[in-house]
């Protein structure tokens, strides 16, 4: 094998030659046959040259105003907009998701929104917090960690790509340089993100080093790499498997690290809501479930139900509408088999099939849309199998017998990043809603009422975030700006440190009118005296 | 043995006898005897016990106001001081540690304030940072977690005391019940603050089992109690081995806890600062080190000079200090144990004793007042085990030969919680200030100017924090309020959630005129709209 025609990886400032031994080919999931380039699997010496390159860069900017973060990120918007032809030609390759809304209208416009928010927090800098007890002339403020590593999951080439997403975005906005670790299933998406990337670090000055790429590595460099001690934080989104083992490497030696793993989002459906407007909600649910061939992680996976001829009529028209629907396409075999080995599960856990619960029906990788549905008294039987996560164009129907067995039901979930539940506007659900509310609020991360749980607005109040194992820890959030930002950042205190010698943030001037600081208790944007 | 006499657990509301089947008794470090009092370890099934009753509690409270909190801070806070003679000499009798000004003066005021300070953040609420989007309707804040594990240290009977400290009171200002696992060093002490706690819960209408206390878990127990399912997170305060052995367990699970461990506190003594006033530093260095018998977190535990005669004439001033000043008692023989192997670590990597170095000398447990000194090039040869924490009355001088040496030392370096550097008040050290405070910014939580690391004010700007190992995750401090709060809590967003259905500080009208809640990406004490 020649490894000169294999696409390069960007290590200190150059697009090098691999010194990997082994390649991998992306396959466009509509048609299942391998897209042409070649990539290379990094060795570890140039894992670790990306690794040390970083930790220099990181030295180098430690006194580097957050206007040079915001022009990069910003320049790189604007690189990604110019160049968004090929950006969606590219994903819709490598991804099977349709150009139009999902890659063109929605993904890269929120990429570049998020790029954009994240440059004005980090022009703004009151993400990090600055508070200055003038009494005891004690100072802190968050600041940058130190070399992030991001790994980007498969269903979000644009928006959480490890080059150019959310964890990217936070994570410059910090001030970290950031080695992206793309995702095997869209390597030339991730390759055009880092290019763009480059060039726009070389524009506004950053150094070379500051965003590097390598497409992948053995499970045991990710290991390495995310726990090495030059390395400040890592941000991983994806299947819990992998997560839960870079996890424990990075936890052994006190790394943060932010994981996205798995969640089956719950939705309540209470009785009165569907009295006020079933055939409509069952058009919500479909949509919701079926969009981007269900590879969301805020799909809808689980629906709770009370038992009733209303729901029987409700579930039998969403089967009827999942029949119906078009089959998308997957984003990769792999997505298919794990899919069709999660509805397994739950069929081999009690779950009877009402629609689909077959592979095919669509172009390339296909399942056919999927609605299981189980009662309470199996559910309950089983109910951690009965939690697995199929991620797809799938959903598992919970039929409670009564309202005590819905909160029952409830009890039995794992941390998820959202929970959903729908009423009657007319007040009739309102005390089933706060009996099973206390339940559902302390397993997720984001409550939601009346809507699905597929939209997530990159808005400052967003949790992106729950309990584990949705996540690492259930006080960060993945999306929303400024909170995705603090998660890549240190608390530094100055404690009796001379005024010269403070960052501008924490000296008595405020450096910006628009800065928030909290001074002696009290949010302000004043000077301190 | 009869389990009659030993003393009560307080569990669920009761103090019970214990159904363990082991005891132990405290022992006066004064006099090297045990104190009468028997303890049980506690056994799986009332530790069981204890969860389900916290888990209940927790539900109970979920829609508490802080109001409710507050108030049992303070009157805690109040019946502490009531009864401030029976806890200063319980104290003294357990731990050695003199009653003034220590006790008495120093520490006791410390912890009443810091739950007058917790409370006064409960009732406030903007620990909890509201944070609303107008235009998306998504409002999100930080709530309590769950019910929380407090272990407490052996050297703070009551600062970090854990059914009085400042986990303690951070966990209760965010709304959660506290079990706290008393230090085997001081029962007695920690039997009086549950005492104390119970009758003020009882005094405010909270749930009985808010506060429960157990002595001692075997390590089995305190794994699995630390990560049961209805678990929200823990503190721990303490040795690194026992601290790292909670940190697996509980992030195999996805528990947030929060460590305390080691931290070896460098302090650089620059040239210049030497000249202007060695004398008054030799006494400083030497109150700071050997005060409370060198038993803090902030010990200044390595202290990195450059080689030359003023050094050399600093040096035998502080060993003629060390070998003047008085003796101290260490808090128990399992101290004063580990001290001398920390020493006997650094001796065979290659440290040389100038003062102390054996057991003796004092009342009770004690070991002389210890300086030990290293070379740079020697330092460099074996830097992990030079920096091996002798927790007490002793400390490391590391002699470089230039700055670039100091420099390489500061960069081996690992995570603690504290660094110092002292300067020239004439600017003659500027230079190699700012050559040297990068390394150590990056290593240290709290980053310190012109004094010993060994006062932690109890400041909201205070960093009682830092990179691993010195605690698990450098973003958190234990001590400072509103920021160690935010530890006990999880992120809890409302996405398109009915007005009425919001808690109040997120509802458009703020419930309180002094709370501070951000609205639209600002910071503002107004209504919405």
Redesign the interface.
Known sequence: MSLLNIERVLIDGQWRVSSGTQIFQAVNPGTRLPLPREYPVSSWSEIEQAILAAARVS?EL?DAPGELFAKFLDRFADRITERSGDFIATANQETGLPVEPRLKIAELPRTTNQLRQAAAAARDG?WSMP???TQ?N???R?AA??PVVVFGPNNFPFAFNSAAGGDFAAAVAAGNPVIAKGHSSHPNTTRLFAEEAFEAVREVGLPPAFVQLIYRTSHEDGCRLISHPAIGASGYTGARSTGLVL??AA??????IYLELSSINPVCVLPGVLAERSAELAGEFTTSCLMGTGQFCTNPGLVLLLAGPQTESFVNAVKAKFDAAPIGTMLSEGVLRNFDSGIQTLVAAGAEVLAGGQTGGGNGFSYRNTLLCVSGDKFLLSPHALQTEAFGNGSLFVIARDEAQMLAVLETLE?NL?GAIYSAQDGQDDAL?SRI??AL??RV???????MPTGV?V?????H?G???A???????AVGIP?SI??F??????????PN?LPPELQNKNPRPGL?R?I????SKADVG
Not at 251 to 256: I, L, M, Q, T
Not at 459 to 463: E, G, K, V
């Open positions: 030295r430690r009151g508070t200055i007890d005891n004690i100072r802190s968050l960690i130190g996890k424990e936890d052994r030696v006190g790394k943060p941390g959202t809603y509310e206390p609020r302390a991360g984001r409550l939601i009422n009346d809507k607005a808005s400052p109040a967003m949790n975030g309990p584990f194992p996540t690492g820890h259930p006080g960060f959030t909170a603090r998660r950042a240190m608390l530094q205190c100055y404690d009796g440190v001379r010698r928030w909290s002696d208790g009290q949010w």
